[in-house]
């Protein structure tokens, strides 16, 4: 069976000015217009008014300035502002605030300042509270003008206004270098961190934080525990398991295969772990497939690597464990208009579209990929007699296999045994990750000349850069403004209800998710299309379907590897271009559009929900 050859890949190409230099114009074109007003307005919202709006809270409820109040006072200004950019304008809501949910944004907390802060807003009437945050949100919607701000004030506007401005030409800049690959894409991922730091948008310390978080963590343990698998030989047990049944294994029944099984799991197990468990099966299947008359098939390598990855990326709206957009829209939901959607009651709903979608883009995936093989008989055989020349499971193998299921074991507990106080700390995927990859060199499964030899590195960079590039999109109100500049140019067209709203809703969710985390996607769009939804169908089934809608469609992250950690892991194995998610990612991006709306117009809307009326 003839191995596989050295690949050229991306990472040996050198740079191309005159392909180059036209993202590098547009960065710059971007950075010198003129600062449209809608800038300077978003800008002020994120650094003028937070503040504005917590001295006007002050003052109503405590007839203080915010300097000059207690730490318990400024505490209830500020937790009824950040209820406010979430929507939560409700007393209800303002007494389900713990400390844990002041810490998750930041409001520095004691717990006898929060009884304090309890104490007081329970003698507040609903209608005084409801009418105080109504006057608090047309402050910062409509109260401050950028004109008339002071000079010091302006200067802070303007300087809001030139951080989304860098952000959208880095995203300019950084979509179209992917696209292209005029140079090698690590390096795209360093040029964010150094665009960032020499626009002042964060300091060199930040920086540095920034490029090591805990998804980055996981890419990285992830890759290093597929090393070990492919070391030891655990991964050809695993895939004869998985396919020896088949009687003829063409490729096309091998995909379908991968996403009957892998799509669903993405439902409840992390679509991470996933992509990094069968990123080995795959790239095993092809190098065990070339032959002597087939030396190399890259239309082959390239259809097993994009079906895993995208089985990952449509398995995660079937449930609210099948990724953080969920629980953030289902939270959104009850924050702001107190509708609560159960875990089985969300499945029922979300999961026809995995069924949907399964077949959708098995079928795309077999229309775009043309591969020279036929059947993989070969490989398979090949295998078998891999696996009799290692006969029974040897201790590495066994170890590979035990940490590797304490791995998933944990990635499957770690957020509720930390909740239900089993963990005094949160450890996170990410951290878990690495502590498996540590366990193998302990465990004498591999040393660290096998993980500098076996992984991308490469592709480790590539998703920190993109992980900074979503954070600066999403914190600086970069996404925000694309959201409302696009939501309120296209309510002039008359589609700011209805499904029409749906659409560009999802439309510009899914937009969204392929630059930057799906998370940090739908927090971005949620509110605003909450809110336009609750003035358009106050107290229908129009909210939670527009909460479900949001979230599925942050998933839609099909085109490009940036948009979600299974396409950077698959990315890894070397036989992937960016062209080529492009290749499956832009018709699944418009099936997937289409058949949410489709279910969201006939199945949800016949079906309803609960006893909240229809739309």
């Given at each position: 069976m003839k191995q596989d050859k050295k690949k050229v890949t991306g990472y040996d190409k050198y740079i191309d000015w005159k392909i180059f230099s036209i993202p590098v114009v547009l960065f710059f074109a971007v950075l010198f217009m003129p600062t449209p007003y809608g800038m300077k307005d978003v800008?002020?919202?994120?650094?003028?008014?937070?503040?504005?709006?917590?001295?006007?809270?002050?003052?109503?409820?405590?007839s203080v300035k915010s300097e000059e109040a207690a730490q318990w006072q400024l505490l209830t200004a500020r937790i009824m502002e950040q209820n406010m950019r979430i929507g939560a304008m409700n007393k209800n809501r303002f007494m389900d605030r713990n400390a844990?949910?002041?810490?998750?944004?930041?409001?520095?907390?004691?717990?006898?300042?929060?009884?304090?802060?309890?104490?007081y807003i329970h003698s507040v009437s609903d209608a005084d509270f409801k009418a105080l945050m109504d006057n608090a949100l047309e402050l910062r919607k409509n109260g401050l003008k950028y004109e008339n701000l002071t000079d010091k004030d302006k200067a802070n506007a303007d300087s809001g206004a030139w951080k989304i401005k860098v952000a959208i030409a880095m995203g300019i800049f950084v979509v179209l270098c992917f696209l292209t690959e005029c140079i090698p894409l690590p390096a795209v991922a360093f040029c964010i961190g150094l665009i960032l730091v020499f626009t002042g948008v964060i300091s060199r310390k930040e920086v540095a934080m920034l490029y090591w978080s805990d998804a980055c963590w996981f890419i990285m343990g992830s890759l290093m525990f597929a090393a070990a698998f492919v070391k030891t030989g655990v991964d050809k047990r695993v895939c004869m398991m998985m396919f020896k049944r088949l009687a003829v294994p063409n490729p096309k029944w091998i995909t379908l295969i991968f996403f009957i099984i892998i799509a669903p799991l993405a439902a409840?197990?992390?679509?991470?772990?996933?992509?990094?468990?069968?990123?080995?099966?795959?790239?095993?299947?092809?190098?065990?497939?070339?032959?002597?008359?087939?030396?190399?098939?890259?239309?082959?390598?390239?259809m097993l690597m994009i079906?895993?990855?995208?089985a990952c990326n449509i398995g995660g709206p079937g449930a609210p464990s099948g990724g953080a957009r969920n629980v953030i829209m289902m939270t959104y939901l009850t924050d702001m208009f107190g509708i609560d959607i159960g875990y089985f009651q969300w499945v029922t709903y979300c999961f026809p579209f995995i069924m949907i979608m399964i077949p959708v883009s098995w079928f795309?995936?077999?229309?775009?990929?043309?591969?020279?093989?036929v059947s993989l008989a070969p490989a398979m055989n090949h295998l078998r007699r891999e696996i009799d020349r290692m006969g029974?499971?040897?201790?590495?193998?066994?170890?590979?296999?035990?940490?590797?299921?304490?791995?998933?074991?944990?990635w499957f507990t770690e957020k509720a045994f930390y909740n239900m106080g089993i963990y005094p700390i949160r450890l996170g995927i990410g951290v878990i990750a690495v502590a498996g990859a540590i366990a193998y060199i302990m465990a004498g499964v591999v040393n660290w000349r096998d993980?500098?030899?076996?992984?991308?590195?490469?592709?480790?960079?590539?998703?920190?850069?993109?992980?900074?590039?979503?954070?600066?999109?999403?914190?600086?109100?970069a996404a925000y403004w694309l959201a409302r500049s696009a939501i309120e140019f296209l309510s002039n067209f008359g589609i700011d209800s209805g499904l029409p709203l749906l659409a560009v809703s999802n439309g510009l969710t899914s937009i969204l998710t392929n630059l930057m985390a799906d998370g940090p996607a739908a927090a971005s769009v949620g509110p605003i299309a909450l809110n336009m939804a609750g003035m358009v169908h106050p107290g229908t089934a129009y909210l939670p379907f527009m909460a479900m809608a949001t979230a599925v469609a942050s998933s839609f992250a099909y085109c490009l590897i940036i948009g979600t950690p299974p396409n950077a892991i698959v990315y890894?194995?070397?036989?992937?271009?960016?062209?080529?998610?492009?290749?499956v990612g832009i018709p699944l991006f418009f099936f997937a559009n289409i058949i949410l709306l489709l279910l969201t117009g006939v199945y949800w809307t016949v079906r309803g929900f609960g006893t909240l009326p229809g739309f």
């Open positions: 800008g002020m919202e994120y650094t003028i008014a937070p503040q504005k709006v917590v001295s006007s809270i002050t003052a109503a409820l405590f844990k949910w002041c810490k998750k944004y930041k409001i520095p907390v004691q717990k006898a300042n929060l009884e304090k802060a309890r104490e409840f197990i992390s679509d991470h772990a996933l992509a990094a468990m069968f990123l080995p099966i795959g790239m095993l299947l092809y190098q065990n497939s070339l032959t002597d008359e087939v030396p190399e098939d890259k239309e082959l390598a390239k079906a895993i990855a995208m795309v995936i077999n229309m775009r990929f043309k591969p020279k093989t029974a499971w040897n201790k590495h193998q066994i170890w590979a296999l035990i940490i590797f299921l304490i791995m998933v074991f944990g993980y500098q030899d076996r992984v991308d590195w490469g592709v480790v960079w590539l998703y920190a850069g993109a992980i900074i590039f979503g954070r600066t999109l999403d914190s600086t109100g890894a194995s070397g036989y992937l271009e960016p062209k080529d998610y492009l290749r």
